[in-house]
């Protein structure tokens, strides 16, 4: 199925060649580079999912240089009650099930503008490091009292930290493209005895609830389970325990350690999890076929629907400028000729234009009286929509598959 630029790369994991076409979405601009005016220009790239036969891990053909996606961020993770409440409870069970004191010492990578690490340090846990290579968004950490270094975390900064009883990484992995280079990095910075926690979206969500536009070009690597016990055992660590969590549409928990004599009997999950992958044929390329023809016919019902709201005089928002909102829109190619404009909370979103469809961003005050909102921020649409009580319109998520996070809100 090959065809194109997916030819001439190497598999980021395994570096086979052989990969193979599973979607391709257009060429499409950067999802988090908002314009100041609408009449911005912007570089466009071509945005191709493969799959790699031999380790399964899944990823975008092209690499964009994480400089260019990643030095100045947009994105905060604070902005979310639900994303800070999952922070919090995760970092509650870590501590108990870790028996953390003072004495510990917890690294959180991508650790954005403080949203997790400062629970640890509410709980007394105050030897903490978080490391962004973002410096918008780490300056924020730093003003709140986290110690945070502006890097990207790779083997070689690794060696010169001291080892961490605890290492966090929610929402980084498929981040980043040497990813043997960033675990052989954890491998080098997790105490003997230490645990990774690592939170990544989960290829299944992708698939069998239709999220293309959790596809972007921040999102070098999809995972499966498969590929992340290739990804962790091929550098030295293992997955040691496993689990699907609700968050960002659908995730997997991972609980990594340095191989022990003794692992777990049934790895806490982890076997029950492969062996659906096997059975689904979650490492095979048929598993992806049908999803081009889903997708397609997810972006052809969803328009149908918002050019029919239009054409009936409704007035169409959308609520979140997500990166997500961003290359949903773009695939459905609309505009502020069908959306009048985007709500988001976030600061350094407010008053920009979205990528491609070039949609102005309002704050929250500004949500104003329309007839219908398109939840381009699916994932939190029930805190989203506990924020507008006195909205009677409707309420539209891109599909009725999605599964967005229903606690905390
Ligand atoms: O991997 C990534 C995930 C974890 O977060 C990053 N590469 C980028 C980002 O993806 P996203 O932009 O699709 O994430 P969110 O968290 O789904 O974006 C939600 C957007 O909605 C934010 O811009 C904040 C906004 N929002 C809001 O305005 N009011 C969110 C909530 C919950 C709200 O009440």
Redesign the pocket.
């Known amino acids: 199925m090959a065809n194109g630029k997916e030819n001439e790369m190497k598999c980021r994991l395994c570096g086979e060649t052989d990969l193979q076409l599973v979607i391709d979405l257009g060429k499409l601009p950067l999802s988090n580079s908002f314009l100041v005016s609408p009449h911005d220009p912007e570089e466009l790239y071509p945005l191709r999912l493969v799959f790699c036969p031999e380790c399964s891990l899944v990823q975008i053909s092209e690499t964009v240089p994480p400089e260019k996606l990643f030095s100045h961020y947009n ?1 905060f993770s604070s ?2 009650q ?2 800070g409440a999952h922070a919090k409870d995760l970092v509650g069970k870590t501590i108990a099930s870790r028996k953390l004191d003072e004495h510990s010492r917890v690294v959180e990578l991508a650790s954005n503008d403080g949203y997790l690490l400062q629970y640890f340090q509410q709980a007394g846990i105050t030897n903490v490091l978080g490391i962004d290579p973002a410096r918008n968004v780490a300056q924020v950490a730093i003003d709140k009292g986290v110690p945070t270094l502006c890097e990207f975390f790779n083997e070689q900064l690794a060696e010169t930290l001291p080892k961490a009883d605890v290492i966090l990484a929610l ?1 980084v992995l498929g ?1 980043v493209p040497d990813l043997n280079g960033f675990v052989r990095g954890i491998q080098k910075m997790l105490k003997s005895n230490g645990m990774a926690i690592v939170e990544v979206p989960y290829i299944r969500n992708l698939v069998e609830c239709c999220e293309p536009d959790t596809v972007y070009f ?2 070098f690597s999809y995972f499966s389970l498969t590929s992340l016990i290739n990804l962790f055992k091929w550098n030295g660590l293992i997955v040691a325990r496993a689990k699907k969590i609700d968050i ?1 549409g659908g995730s997997l928990r991972l609980w990594i350690t340095h191989p022990t004599p003794f692992p777990p009997h049934d790895r806490y999950g982890v076997e029950g999890l492969r062996e659906r992958e096997v059975q689904l044929g979650v490492n095979r390329i048929e598993y992806y076929r049908w999803f081009p023809v889903q997708v397609d016919e997810m972006l052809r019902a969803l328009k149908a629907k918002l050019l029919a709201l239009k054409a009936q005089g409704k007035q169409i928002i959308a609520y ?5 909102g961003v290359q949903l829109l773009n695939y459905l190619k609309m505009d502020s000729s069908v959306i009048d404009y985007v ?4 600061p350094a ?1 407010i008053g920009r234009y979205l990528p491609g469809s070039r949609i102005k961003i309002v704050p ?1 005050e500004q949500f104003g009286n329309p007839d219908c909102v398109l939840l381009t ?1 699916w ?2 649409s029930a ?2 929509e506990s ?1 507008h009580p006195e909205f009677r319109g409707e309420w539209i998520m891109p599909n009725e598959k999605l599964q967005p996070t229903m606690e905390y809100a």
């Open positions: 994105y902005m979310s639900t994303m929402n981040h921040e999102h960002h979140g400028a997500a990166a997500k709500v988001d909370s976030t979103k929250p921020a994932n939190f805190e989203i924020k």
